[in-house]
C-alpha cells in the first residue's frame, strides 16, 4: 500500500532514474496482494526515463505472463514479511523465492528488523532454499520509519522500514547462508 501510494502521491520513485543516470529507462513494476484493485495493469510513464505499472496478484503470475530478463531485471523486496515468523505467509513466499532463485533474478531484499524478519528471511532463502547471497545482510544506510494514515481515518501508525538490506542471485551447493 504504501509504495503504491509513494507512486501516485509523490516523485519519491522518480529518484531511480537519477541514481542510474546510465539507464536508458527504469520500469517500476508493483506487485502484490495490496496493490488496490483499481490500479491493476495502470500503466504510466512518469518521465522519459521512468515508467510504472501495477498488478495486482503474485510475482510468480506476473513473470509467466511477462518473462523479464534476468540480466536486466531486480527484484527488490520491501519489508516482505517472509521470515516474520508467520508459518502461512513463509510458506505462501517459497514457491515464488524459488522461482526468483532458479531463474537466477537479481534480488535485493529490505527487512523491518533483525530479531524475527531478518533471521527468518535468511533461514527461508538459505537454508531451505538454499539461495547464493551476493550481499551480506547488513544495516541500510537508508533506513526508514513508515508512517501509515490511510485517507479518511484519524488513526496513525508506525514502524520501522527497510532497515536491513540484502542480495541474492541463484542457487549454491553451500546451504549455510550468510548471517
Known amino acids: 500500500k504504501v509504495e503504491e501510494r509513494l507512486l501516485y502521491e509523490s516523485d519519491y520513485w522518480l529518484e531511480l532514474a537519477h ?95 533483525d530479531y524475527s524478519d531478518l533471521k527468518g528471511e535468511l533461514m527461508l532463502l538459505g537454508r531451505l532454499i538454499g539461495a547464493r547471497f551476493v550481499l551480506d545482510a547488513r544495516e541500510n544506510p537508508f533506513a526508514a520509519a513508515t508512517i501509515v494514515k490511510e485517507p479518511g481515518d484519524g488513526h496513525v501508525e508506525w514502524s520501522r522500514s527497510c532497515a536491513l538490506a540484502y542480495a541474492f542471485r541463484g542457487a549454491t551447493g553451500d546451504e549455510g547462508a550468510a548471517q
Open 19 to 113: 541514481l542510474f543516470p546510465e539507464w536508458h529507462g527504469v520500469e517500476l513494476i508493483l506487485v502484490g496482494l495490496e496493490v488496490s484493485e483499481e490500479r491493476h495493469g495502470d500503466k504510466r510513464v512518469w518521465s522519459p526515463r521512468l515508467r510504472s505499472e501495477c498488478w495486482r496478484g503474485s510475482a510468480r503470475a506476473l513473470l509467466a505472463k511477462r518473462r523479464l530478463d534476468p540480466t536486466c531485471t531486480v527484484i527488490a523486496g520491501f519489508n516482505t514479511g517472509c521470515g516474520a515468523g508467520i508459518p502461512d505467509l513463509s510458506w505462501s513466499w517459497a514457491p515464488e523465492l524459488s522461482d526468483f532463485v532458479d531463474r537466477e533474478y537479481l534480488c535485493a531484499f529490505f527487512a523491518a528488523n
